[in-house]
């Protein structure tokens, strides 16, 4: 710490402005929503603060839209690329480079050659298998040889967003490149995977969170998905459940119930079998910004099985029927929880839950990272 502020989160402009004290009382706010004790969240925040590390980061990019980059980049308050980026050595990234050609493909190449072994591979887009791959080239090489030289290399591996997570909307039927998500390619390393269309920013704000101040990864399910955000479905923490067990559905967009905001699942909603934390991490920080929050049903993003595969209005089986004990409510009075606190929140499940050890020493030089609490070494 120096001056006040957080060593490795001042940046490299000295932007972001969290001091410690902040990111101490962050991290206790979000202790207290997944019921840890203050001193705890103490011990982890002065845990962060003592790293110093900014292991390097290498984005790549594949059939996708951009959509997860663009949301990471719309969040407002705080400015959460702000934070990611004074977290880590952003060294190669398709769409915020300014270099372009030879230059790019040279700082590929110097990123990969100083940090092998300890950088970050972060994939957004599907990979293309069919006919050799040769439906997404860049610099003259498939998307397959690219992963498969870049990830295998890594530290780390991060695939953002349905398409790299399972294939998202390329691997839509017929799927006539053959689309597949990084897990898919990568057969045999661990690929954590952040699933959305588009991601959440602060569940990919937790996993790096985590892997910079601990050298772990969040503990996982059996889709590679960090349980702190996806252990749960839609349905169970959906502010219309209330609705759902009373029996007051809509019946067709524009109804009475559809106006009184009555549960959607009459109209095709896929919450009931997806499983995500939208429904109290909302976008860009704004209010119900989220499809069942603006009055749409949800369309199961995260799910392979559901998004781009069945019809938008088909209704789907209940995975959890029994009823929450705790309802929230219909018509919330939101009290302000910092979303990065959310995100600390999910560090902070993740540690304690247990994760991999990803062996500290391949973030490089310094102190070794404490595993979490639970966590196994990697062999
Ligand atoms: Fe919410 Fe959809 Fe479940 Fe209704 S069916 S309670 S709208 S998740």
């Known amino acids: 710490m120096e001056n006040g502020t957080v060593s490795g989160w001042d940046g490299p402009a000295g932007s972001s402005g969290v001091d410690r004290r902040d990111f101490v009382r962050m991290c206790t706010l979000a202790a207290a929503s997944v019921g ?12 962060a603060v003592a790293r110093k590390l900014k292991p390097s980061v290498i984005w790549l990019h ?6 997860c980059t663009e ?8 400015a959460l690329a702000e934070l990611i980026l004074d977290l880590v050595s952003l060294d190669y990234h398709e769409t915020l480079f300014a270099a372009a050609g030879h230059q790019a493909e040279d700082a590929l190449k110097k990123a990969m050659k100083e940090n092998e072994g300890k950088y970050v591979c972060v994939i957004e887009g599907a990979i ?3 006919d050799g791959g040769i439906y997404c080239k860049i610099g003259d090489r498939t998307a397959v040889d690219i992963v498969n030289d870049v990830a295998g290399k890594a530290g780390a591996i991060i695939a953002i967003g349905s398409c790299a997570s399972w294939g998202g909307i390329p691997s839509a039927d017929p799927n006539p490149t053959g689309a597949a998500g990084a897990p898919m390619v990568l057969k045999g390393k661990t690929v954590v995977t952040i699933p959305g269309c588009p991601a959440n920013p602060y569940n990919f704000l937790g996993t790096v969170l985590q892997y910079v101040t601990f050298g772990t990864l969040p503990d996982l399910d059996d889709k590679a998905r960090p349980r702190f955000a996806y252990g749960r479905t839609i349905h169970e923490h959906c502010p219309r459940r ?10 067709k967009f524009g109804d009475e119930a559809h106006r009184l905001g009555y549960c959607l699942y009459k109209t095709g909603c896929k919450g009931p079998a997806t499983h995500a934390n939208c429904s109290v991490q909302h976008f860009g920080e704004v209010q119900d910004a989220w ?3 603006i009055g749409h049903p949800c369309f199961g993003c995260t799910e392979k099985t559901l998004a781009f595969r069945a019809p938008l209005h088909s209704t789907v089986d209940i995975e959890r029927p029994t009823p929450p004990d705790f309802y929230p409510p219909i018509k919330a009075e939101h009290g302000f929880v910092s979303p990065v606190a959310t995100g600390v929140a999910g560090v902070i499940a993740g540690a304690l839950l247990g994760a991999g050890f990803m062996a500290s020493k391949k973030l490089g030089a ?11 070494k990697e062999g």
Not at 62 to 67: A, I, N, P, S
Not at 71 to 78: K, M, N
């Open 36 to 47: 840890i004790g203050a001193s705890m969240a103490e011990r982890m925040a002065e845990a």
């Open 62 to 67: 594949f059939q996708e839209c951009t959509g």
């Open 71 to 78: 949301s990471l980049l719309r969040t407002s308050h705080p």
């Open 128 to 130: 293309p298998e069919k």
């Open 242 to 251: 209330a609705h759902f067990d009373a029996g007051r559905f809509v019946q």
């Open 291 to 293: 499809p069942i929050g």
């Open 366 to 376: 310094g102190e070794p990272a404490e595993p979490g609490p639970g966590a196994k």
